[in-house]
């Protein structure tokens, strides 16, 4: 029994209130009432948020006024692109921006003549939503052109979720189905990851269904796999767009323990934007006051069942790094011979199954292994007697012993 439960369960309940007190009766309608009209106001708030809904919620904002206040480098950086590049192909979304941190009525409108002149549809989205008090009442109403021609990619849907959300339509089902649909290969892309993560944070903010809800797991492990991702000669100087996906892959869920890694690694003085077009997006997505642990501090290997291993030896530039994963193998800095030796990185000793059978050797409670160089779905047997076991290899041609598993693993005959 919980402590906070000692010594209760036979205390005589408190008496009950009169049923009908007329003394007490109008203070009891009003308090009714006062949680009735309440609630419906709560309610009108979450199924029909004012603007702006994409991407810049109340938080976001008063963190960003507060990086104009104290002109922090990522605001001097950000304003100084605004009033020195008026050529940019990301003006538009600069300039929205710009006005929702500042309320300068010249950038917003500014913006919408941007928009009106171009051809793009995640900056009109963003620019209707975020300018939406400056808008003409003609052009508040404006249909939008969601047309993905086919192409079933994160950065199309993204743009046509976006442009739904601005315009106040519905949300059509594209979301959900592009989250099992595409593969997870382009995650590791810096521009596919982004237009996944403004996707999710959309949806999620109108709608209050979470995609990653699709594969939870995965998605959990996501920010870890693209820190793994990341070869030694990107570690410290990546492309900006991979920098800032992982900036906003954090503000999905900063409170995830993988999350938490990926902050400290995306929040590095050496690969903070001074200019180009990533400084905006390093302004909007990155948020000192999140927590951070140190990424040396995390495994230097993860598996992801679907068929993909990234490990590497250490942090240092010169680390051995591999990826293992369906679409082949890919290193770096690693010795000539690693393929046909077993090797360990950090905790995981990975094993080469180059020969019918390998010994597969007791291992602590923190250490794994990892059995490859298999076909894509080959068995193999293992165990003796009446608890001999049947496993297959992923399809990356990996197999991973459970804990209870020693001795000889052999490929099946059949």
């Known amino acids: ?40 106001i709560v309610a009108l708030a979450v199924d029909d948020p004012q603007p702006p809904r994409l991407l810049l919620t109340a938080q976001r904002l008063r963190r960003l006024k507060r990086d104009r206040e104290r002109k922090t480098s990522r605001w001097l950086n950000f304003e100084n692109r605004v009033n020195t590049v008026p050529d940019s192909p990301e003006r538009g979304f600069e300039l929205a921006l710009y006005y929702a941190i500042t309320g300068d009525e010249a950038k917003g409108r500014e913006a919408i003549q941007w928009v009106l002149a171009h051809n793009s549809s995640r900056q009109t989205a963003l620019v ?22 086919g192409v079933f990619t994160f950065p199309a849907v993204r743009d046509c979720v976006f442009q739904q959300i601005a315009f106040g339509k519905d949300v059509n089902s594209q979301p959900k189905d592009i989250m099992t649909s595409v593969p997870i290969d382009r995650l590791f892309n ?24 699709a594969d939870p797991h995965f998605y959990s492990t996501l920010p870890e796999l693209l820190l793994l991702s990341a070869k030694p000669s990107e570690l410290n100087s990546p492309p900006w767009m991979l920098h800032v996906a992982a900036l906003a892959l954090v503000a999905l869920d900063p409170n995830l323990p993988a999350s938490q890694f990926l902050q400290s690694w995306a929040l590095e003085d050496n690969q903070t934007l001074r200019d180009g077009p990533g400084v905006a997006y390093e302004l909007l997505w990155a948020d000192p006051y999140l927590p951070g642990v140190g990424y040396q501090n995390m495994d230097t290997w993860v598996y992801d069942e679907n068929g993909r291993l990234f490990a590497r030896s250490g942090w240092e530039t010169n680390s051995c790094w591999i990826e293992i994963s369906p679409r082949g193998i890919q290193q770096e800095n690693c010795p000539p011979n690693w393929q046909s030796e077993t090797i360990a990185f950090g905790h995981l000793t990975l094993i080469p199954m180059n020969q019918r059978c390998v010994e597969i050797p007791h291992v602590g409670n923190n250490e794994s292994i990892l059995v490859w160089r298999l076909k894509p779905g080959q068995k193999l047997i293992h165990g003796k007697g009446k608890e001999q076991q049947v496993s297959v290899a992923d399809s990356a041609g990996i197999w991973r012993p459970g804990a209870a598993v020693e001795g000889k693993a052999c490929l099946s005959p059949h």
């Open 1 to 40: 029994m919980p402590a906070s439960l000692k010594g209760k369960r036979n205390k005589p309940a408190e008496p009950l209130p009169p049923p009908w007190n007329n003394n007490g009766l109008p203070r009891k309608v009003l308090t009714i009432l006062l949680w009735f009209f309440a609630s419906a």
């Open 128 to 149: 209707w939503d975020w300018c939406a008090s400056l808008l003409p009442t003609a052009n508040k109403t404006r249909s939008p052109s969601c047309v993905t021609d």
């Open 190 to 213: 810096g521009a596919d990851l982004y237009a996944m993560c403004e996707l999710i944070y959309a949806v999620r903010t109108v709608t209050h269904r979470d995609l990653r809800d």
